[in-house]
């Protein structure tokens, strides 16, 4: 498995701002993803990060609303821009560990309300 | 494409009584199958996973799941409940091969009960 770690865990924003999630491993990844879970709703992939490559971005989700970097093996920041109250929800991370675990584990996850 | 129904979103239980939370799934090609839990304000937890071989999987926590391929199912078992198991699940899947994206179901809220 691996050891996740996201920051911030909560915030609370005003709308037309933005804030960048930070998700640190404790071991180098392929491949990391980014899930949205709105309240009260299952996960939906925002994006899949692989390192060295932009990221891809899954039907509904775009890169100027939601940028992520990924420059190394060990992190990925996603961004979430001009926030308005439909972006309150909270942000998950997951890896799948590098050597064919076919596992995806997951951090603590952000959980962002915005005003 | 592949979709996940999980038949039940709540399901309450007395402790110590048995559970089976029940995941459907469908897909046209090989997949591999994982139950998640979700405690209250923290991130997922893995509890089992099937990718091959044996279809019955053994995880964490005392819970247990059957891969049923005629019947594209994946049921949530465990024998005896604990209040500490009152918890969000989510059943999930992804095509088989490795780093591709999870597509989960609604969830289930179990709620064990004294």
């Known amino acids: 498995s691996a050891v996740i770690s996201q920051k911030p865990s909560r915030d609370i924003c005003q709308r037309g701002t933005s804030l960048t999630i930070q998700c640190q491993v404790d071991s180098q990844v392929t491949m990391m993803f980014w899930y949205r879970q709105q309240p009260g709703q299952s996960l939906t992939l925002i994006a899949t990060?692989?390192?060295?490559?932009?990221?891809?971005?899954e039907s509904g989700f775009v890169i100027d609303k939601f940028p992520i970097s990924r420059p190394n093996l060990t992190f990925s920041t996603l961004t979430v821009s001009n926030m308005s109250p439909e972006d309150s929800s909270i942000y998950l991370c997951s890896v799948e560990v590098t050597g064919g675990t076919d596992t995806q584990y997951f951090g603590p996850g952000t959980r962002l309300t915005v005003l | 494409a592949q979709s996940v129904t999980q038949l039940d979103s709540q399901v309450p239980v007395f402790e110590e009584a048995p559970v089976e939370l029940r995941c459907n799934y469908s897909?046209?090609?090989?997949?591999?199958l994982f139950w998640y839990v979700q405690y209250p304000n923290q991130g997922l937890q893995l509890l089992l996973k099937y990718l091959s071989g044996s279809t019955l999987v053994k995880g964490i926590n005392g819970f247990e799941a059957e891969f049923n391929k005629s019947q594209t199912s994946f049921h949530l078992r465990k024998p005896s409940v604990h209040i500490s198991d009152t918890a969000e699940y989510f059943c999930a899947v992804s095509l088989s091969g490795g780093y591709n994206k999870l597509i989960f179901g609604a969830g289930t809220r179990l709620a064990v009960h004294p």
């Open positions: 990060a692989n390192q060295g490559s932009e990221a891809t971005y």
């Open positions: 897909s046209s090609v090989s997949v591999y």
